[in-house]
């Protein structure tokens, strides 16, 4: 089936999920980067009128990509705001720190929990709920909102910098794969579990964030990177991104999400050469 991409070429962009919108897939190429990306809220979010829970960020400068994808857990409160607040303050952190590492990472997630505590203590509850539902939603208010994450750059070679780098970080169960020349890789199996997540109360849960870094080491490769959260879990099935870009074609027709989907789902698809 023929892919069907609302397709630009800026040089430079940067795109981020409004959480209330249905994004139809959707293609950006720069002169280094092709980006793929397509989000949308549960069909039952979108009836609710409420927020989805996920978050996807994408953007471009020149040789270096940054991304995140969250996905807040549906159990905590504000799942869609622990989200948000995370993964829009994580993509600022890719974009102005120079020199990424873990510990540094670690102790960003660390000096967000103040604000993000204060912050989620400061959300109203509306005043016309029945009292039982909103004692209920004060106790989940004081264990706190949590999500899932995985978050990346990209650093391409250029003038200055003749090798490349590809630094990754997670907690959580957001789908990560990769391919170069078509082989797919496997990234650090076993680390993707839903027990690891970030919490306004607590910053990391479930031990330190895993962070992954590699270097390119060799030249006229086609590398791509693709993430996704379980919304979206029946690619996990497939084998190679054709029959994936496939699939979400038939869910996304003519601009108009047309298939079911019963969770908040984002997906983002990077490619590159060196």
Known sequence: MKSKFTRTVPSDFEWTSHQNYVYPL??????????????SPSDETI?????????????????????????????????????????????????????????GFEQFLCDLVPDASETVDNLEI????PLLLKDVLEEK????????????????????RTQGRIWLAWQGDCRLRRWVDNEELITEPGSFVTKERWSVRHGA????????????????????????????????????PPEMISILNRIF????????????????ELSWDT
Request: hydrophobic share 30%; charged share 25%; proline share 3%.
């Open 205 to 240: 849960v479930g031990g330190s964030p895993h962070v992954y870094t590699e270097d390119f080491t060799q030249q006229n490769e086609k590398h791509r990177i693709m993430i996704y959260t379980d919304g979206f879990k029946i690619l996990d099935r497939c084998e190679d």
């Open 253 to 268: 027709v003519n601009q108009a999400k047309e298939a079911h989907l019963e969770d908040d789902a984002s997906w983002l």
């Open 141 to 160: 208010r004081s264990r706190g909102a949590e999500t899932m994450y995985l978050c990346g750059r990209i650093d391409l070679p250029e003038p200055g």
């Open 47 to 103: 009836e609710s009128g409420e927020a989805s829970q996920d978050f996807l960020a994408v953007g471009v400068e020149g040789h270096t990509c940054r991304f995140v994808i969250c996905d807040g857990v549906s159990l905590s409160y504000r799942g869609d705001f622990a989200a948000s607040f995370l993964g829009q303050r994580m993509f600022n952190w890719l974009g102005h720190t120079k020199e990424l590492s873990g510990q």
């Open 26 to 39: 959707s293609e950006k190429v720069t002169s280094r980067f092709t980006c793929r990306y397509t989000y």
């Open 126 to 129: 509306p005043s016309d709920m």
